[in-house]
Protein backbone atom coordinates (compact mmCIF):
# COMPACT_ATOMS: atom_id res chain seq x y z
CA UNK A 1 0.00 0.00 0.00
CA UNK A 2 1.07 3.51 -0.66
CA UNK A 3 1.33 5.63 2.44
CA UNK A 4 0.96 9.49 1.96
CA UNK A 5 2.92 11.59 4.64
CA UNK A 6 2.04 15.47 5.20
CA UNK A 7 4.16 18.39 6.42
CA UNK A 8 2.94 20.38 8.73
CA UNK A 9 0.43 18.49 10.73
CA UNK A 10 -0.41 22.44 11.17
CA UNK A 11 -0.33 25.72 10.16
CA UNK A 12 -0.58 28.96 12.23
CA UNK A 13 -0.72 31.87 9.44
CA UNK A 14 -1.91 35.35 8.79
CA UNK A 15 -3.67 36.94 6.13
CA UNK A 16 -1.61 37.84 2.94
CA UNK A 17 1.11 34.78 3.46
CA UNK A 18 2.42 32.24 1.16
CA UNK A 19 1.56 28.79 2.44
CA UNK A 20 3.23 25.75 1.65
CA UNK A 21 1.96 22.06 2.48
CA UNK A 22 3.87 19.14 1.41
CA UNK A 23 3.44 15.57 0.77
CA UNK A 24 5.23 12.81 -0.07
CA UNK A 25 4.72 9.47 -1.70
CA UNK A 26 6.19 5.80 0.23
CA UNK A 27 6.39 5.24 -3.54
CA UNK A 28 6.25 6.56 -6.93
CA UNK A 29 2.87 8.00 -8.39
CA UNK A 30 3.83 9.57 -10.81
CA UNK A 31 1.86 12.83 -10.89
CA UNK A 32 -1.52 11.06 -10.15
CA UNK A 33 -2.03 13.67 -6.88
CA UNK A 34 -4.75 15.84 -6.03
CA UNK A 35 -5.15 18.14 -3.33
CA UNK A 36 -8.82 18.58 -1.83
CA UNK A 37 -10.23 21.21 1.37
CA UNK A 38 -12.25 20.50 3.62
CA UNK A 39 -14.02 22.70 5.84
CA UNK A 40 -15.80 21.92 9.23
CA UNK A 41 -18.66 19.91 8.60
CA UNK A 42 -18.28 20.21 5.14
CA UNK A 43 -17.19 17.48 2.06
CA UNK A 44 -14.05 18.06 0.78
CA UNK A 45 -13.54 19.82 -2.07
CA UNK A 46 -11.44 19.48 -5.04
CA UNK A 47 -8.78 22.07 -5.54
CA UNK A 48 -6.01 20.70 -7.99
CA UNK A 49 -5.17 16.68 -9.78
CA UNK A 50 -2.54 15.67 -11.48
CA UNK A 51 -0.14 17.14 -9.11
CA UNK A 52 -0.88 20.98 -10.85
CA UNK A 53 -3.95 21.22 -12.56
CA UNK A 54 -6.63 23.52 -11.38
CA UNK A 55 -9.60 22.52 -11.10
CA UNK A 56 -12.09 24.57 -12.67
CA UNK A 57 -13.30 27.46 -10.12
CA UNK A 58 -10.65 27.37 -7.79
CA UNK A 59 -8.76 31.11 -7.62
CA UNK A 60 -5.26 30.63 -9.39
CA UNK A 61 -3.72 31.68 -6.08
CA UNK A 62 -3.63 27.81 -5.58
CA UNK A 63 -1.07 25.97 -7.71
CA UNK A 64 0.53 22.35 -7.09
CA UNK A 65 4.21 20.94 -8.06
CA UNK A 66 6.10 18.01 -7.22
CA UNK A 67 6.28 14.17 -9.32
CA UNK A 68 7.63 11.03 -8.55
CA UNK A 69 7.32 10.90 -4.46
CA UNK A 70 7.37 14.58 -3.04
CA UNK A 71 4.43 17.32 -4.01
CA UNK A 72 3.85 20.77 -2.78
CA UNK A 73 0.54 22.26 -2.62
CA UNK A 74 1.28 26.32 -2.44
CA UNK A 75 -0.98 29.10 -1.61
CA UNK A 76 0.10 32.49 -2.60
CA UNK A 77 -1.38 35.13 -0.90
CA UNK A 78 -3.88 33.36 1.93
CA UNK A 79 -7.04 34.81 2.21
CA UNK A 80 -9.76 34.19 5.08
CA UNK A 81 -11.76 31.71 3.17
CA UNK A 82 -8.49 29.34 3.06
CA UNK A 83 -8.30 28.44 6.58
CA UNK A 84 -9.50 25.39 6.25
CA UNK A 85 -7.58 21.73 6.18
CA UNK A 86 -6.28 20.45 3.53
CA UNK A 87 -5.25 16.94 2.11
CA UNK A 88 -3.30 15.36 -0.59
CA UNK A 89 -4.49 11.71 -2.35
CA UNK A 90 -2.80 9.49 -4.43
CA UNK A 91 -4.40 7.70 -7.21
CA UNK A 92 -1.50 5.96 -8.98
CA UNK A 93 -3.06 3.00 -7.27
CA UNK A 94 -6.44 3.32 -5.38
CA UNK A 95 -6.83 6.25 -3.42
CA UNK A 96 -4.71 7.15 0.20
CA UNK A 97 -4.94 10.42 1.66
CA UNK A 98 -2.77 12.25 3.51
CA UNK A 99 -3.17 12.90 7.13
CA UNK A 100 -4.40 16.23 6.62
CA UNK A 101 -2.54 19.78 7.13
CA UNK A 102 -4.90 22.56 9.11
CA UNK A 103 -4.15 26.13 8.22
CA UNK A 104 -5.79 28.07 10.96
CA UNK A 105 -5.28 32.05 12.35
CA UNK A 106 -2.03 32.80 13.97
CA UNK B 1 -24.75 21.21 -11.72
CA UNK B 2 -23.48 17.93 -10.39
CA UNK B 3 -25.75 16.74 -6.99
CA UNK B 4 -24.71 13.67 -5.10
CA UNK B 5 -26.87 12.82 -2.38
CA UNK B 6 -25.88 10.18 0.20
CA UNK B 7 -28.53 8.64 2.20
CA UNK B 8 -29.23 5.25 4.43
CA UNK B 9 -26.60 5.92 7.63
CA UNK B 10 -27.87 5.50 11.05
CA UNK B 11 -27.55 3.95 14.55
CA UNK B 12 -27.43 0.41 14.23
CA UNK B 13 -25.76 -1.95 16.62
CA UNK B 14 -22.07 -3.85 16.41
CA UNK B 15 -22.91 -6.87 13.86
CA UNK B 16 -25.42 -5.30 11.95
CA UNK B 17 -26.08 -4.25 8.02
CA UNK B 18 -27.17 -1.06 6.47
CA UNK B 19 -27.57 0.13 2.95
CA UNK B 20 -26.09 3.56 1.77
CA UNK B 21 -27.00 5.02 -1.38
CA UNK B 22 -25.56 7.45 -3.57
CA UNK B 23 -28.37 9.62 -5.82
CA UNK B 24 -26.28 11.32 -8.60
CA UNK B 25 -27.24 14.22 -10.79
CA UNK B 26 -25.86 16.44 -13.19
CA UNK B 27 -23.90 14.57 -15.23
CA UNK B 28 -23.46 11.33 -16.98
CA UNK B 29 -23.72 8.58 -14.32
CA UNK B 30 -22.77 6.05 -16.22
CA UNK B 31 -19.75 7.18 -18.04
CA UNK B 32 -17.57 7.76 -14.09
CA UNK B 33 -16.01 4.99 -11.59
CA UNK B 34 -17.70 6.15 -8.29
CA UNK B 35 -15.94 6.25 -4.70
CA UNK B 36 -17.00 5.94 -1.43
CA UNK B 37 -14.51 7.32 1.15
CA UNK B 38 -15.54 7.75 5.11
CA UNK B 39 -14.33 10.34 7.95
CA UNK B 40 -14.52 8.92 11.42
CA UNK B 41 -15.15 11.45 13.81
CA UNK B 42 -12.02 14.00 14.63
CA UNK B 43 -9.93 12.21 11.86
CA UNK B 44 -8.67 12.07 8.19
CA UNK B 45 -10.27 10.70 4.81
CA UNK B 46 -10.15 6.84 4.40
CA UNK B 47 -10.92 5.09 0.82
CA UNK B 48 -13.04 2.60 1.32
CA UNK B 49 -14.51 0.93 -2.00
CA UNK B 50 -14.71 2.15 -5.63
CA UNK B 51 -16.36 0.39 -8.64
CA UNK B 52 -15.39 1.28 -12.42
CA UNK B 53 -18.05 2.83 -14.76
CA UNK B 54 -19.89 -0.55 -15.74
CA UNK B 55 -20.14 -1.98 -12.64
CA UNK B 56 -17.70 -4.80 -13.42
CA UNK B 57 -14.76 -3.68 -11.59
CA UNK B 58 -15.30 -3.25 -7.47
CA UNK B 59 -12.20 -2.87 -5.36
CA UNK B 60 -12.20 -2.53 -1.65
CA UNK B 61 -9.88 -1.36 1.04
CA UNK B 62 -8.35 -4.29 3.41
CA UNK B 63 -10.35 -2.94 6.16
CA UNK B 64 -13.38 -3.58 4.74
CA UNK B 65 -12.83 -6.71 2.30
CA UNK B 66 -15.21 -9.39 3.08
CA UNK B 67 -18.09 -7.11 4.55
CA UNK B 68 -19.02 -4.54 2.32
CA UNK B 69 -20.16 -4.30 -1.25
CA UNK B 70 -20.26 -1.59 -3.75
CA UNK B 71 -22.91 -1.85 -6.66
CA UNK B 72 -24.31 0.66 -8.89
CA UNK B 73 -27.71 0.63 -10.85
CA UNK B 74 -26.43 3.12 -13.96
CA UNK B 75 -30.43 3.16 -15.05
CA UNK B 76 -31.64 4.67 -12.14
CA UNK B 77 -28.21 6.77 -11.58
CA UNK B 78 -27.46 5.60 -7.92
CA UNK B 79 -24.68 3.83 -5.85
CA UNK B 80 -24.92 1.96 -3.34
CA UNK B 81 -22.32 0.70 -0.29
CA UNK B 82 -24.04 -2.70 1.54
CA UNK B 83 -22.79 -2.91 5.04
CA UNK B 84 -22.34 -5.99 6.87
CA UNK B 85 -21.10 -7.14 10.23
CA UNK B 86 -20.20 -3.43 10.85
CA UNK B 87 -18.45 -2.55 13.89
CA UNK B 88 -17.50 0.33 16.15
CA UNK B 89 -14.56 1.13 14.39
CA UNK B 90 -16.47 1.50 11.21
CA UNK B 91 -18.44 4.71 12.91
CA UNK B 92 -17.73 7.48 10.30
CA UNK B 93 -19.29 10.19 8.29
CA UNK B 94 -19.55 8.39 4.72
CA UNK B 95 -19.01 10.18 1.45
CA UNK B 96 -19.85 9.10 -2.20
CA UNK B 97 -17.51 10.99 -4.58
CA UNK B 98 -17.30 10.88 -8.36
CA UNK B 99 -14.35 10.23 -10.05
CA UNK B 100 -13.07 11.92 -13.03
CA UNK B 101 -12.69 8.91 -15.24
CA UNK B 102 -14.48 5.79 -16.09
CA UNK B 103 -11.24 3.63 -14.05
CA UNK B 104 -11.16 3.63 -10.06
CA UNK B 105 -7.95 5.07 -9.88
CA UNK B 106 -8.69 8.61 -11.31
CA UNK B 107 -8.50 11.47 -9.48
CA UNK B 108 -12.03 12.46 -7.49
CA UNK B 109 -14.16 15.10 -8.77
CA UNK B 110 -17.53 16.03 -6.87
CA UNK B 111 -18.53 14.66 -3.38
CA UNK B 112 -21.40 14.30 -1.71
CA UNK B 113 -22.30 15.90 1.69
CA UNK B 114 -21.95 12.47 3.68
CA UNK B 115 -24.07 10.07 5.78
CA UNK B 116 -23.75 9.57 9.29
CA UNK B 117 -22.70 5.87 10.14
CA UNK B 118 -22.83 5.07 13.81
CA UNK B 119 -22.10 1.72 14.78
CA UNK B 120 -22.70 1.30 18.84
CA UNK B 121 -24.99 -0.79 21.51
Known amino acids: DIQMTQSPSTLSTSVGDRVTITCRAS??????LAWYQQKPGKAPKLLIY???TLESGVPSRFSGSGSGTEFTLTISSLQPDDFATYYC????????FGQGTKVEIK | EVLLLESGGGLVQPGGSLRLSCAASGFTFSRYAMTWVRQAPGKGLEWVSAISSSGTGTYYADSVKGRFTISRDNSKNTLFLQMNSLRAEDTAVYYC??????????????WGQGTLVTVSS
Open chain 1, 27 to 32: QRVSTW
Open chain 1, 89 to 96: QQYNSYWT
Open chain 2, 97 to 110: ANNKEAFYDSSGDH
Open chain 1, 50 to 52: KTS
